[in-house]
């Protein structure tokens, strides 16, 4: 599967951006395939987990430092991922990534090209 981030900008903190990921793909049928993630980036650190959603789009995961800020969703028609994202702050500022896995327990191995997020203060 093919991934296609957009949706990155500039903010200033307590402001909102949607981040949104196309899926494409030759195997590609419906949304429920595949798990989806989006994981962010900032300089200088690792890349570390933002947010999950299962397979079978009932169950949703969040990293602690973005629970009830960030919220994750995908839309079947559009097979598209999004991540709306509030209250953000200068912290948040990364580069963000989408990623799909086969299954809900193996690693993510489709990743979109990332979209910058860069939130002032």
């Known amino acids: 599967v093919q991934l296609q981030a957009s949706g990155g900008g500039v903010v200033q903190a307590g402001g909102s951006l949607r981040l949104s990921c196309a899926a494409s793909?030759?195997?590609?049928?419906?949304?429920?395939?595949?798990?989806w993630g989006w994981f962010r980036q900032a300089p200088g650190k690792d890349r570390e987990f933002v947010a999950a959603?299962?397979?079978?789009?009932?169950?949703?995961d969040y990293a602690d430092s973005v629970k009830g800020r960030f919220t994750v969703s995908r839309d079947y028609d559009k097979m598209t991922v999004y991540l709306q994202m509030n209250s953000l702050r200068p912290e948040d500022t990364a580069v963000y990534y989408c990623?799909?896995?086969?299954?809900?327990?193996?690693?993510?191995?489709?990743w979109g090209q990332g979209t910058l997020v860069t939130v002032s203060s």
């Open positions: 990623a799909a896995r086969s299954t809900d327990r193996s690693p993510y191995n489709s």
């Open positions: 793909g030759r195997t590609l049928r419906n949304m429920s395939q595949y798990g």
């Open positions: 959603i299962r397979r079978s789009g009932y169950n949703v």
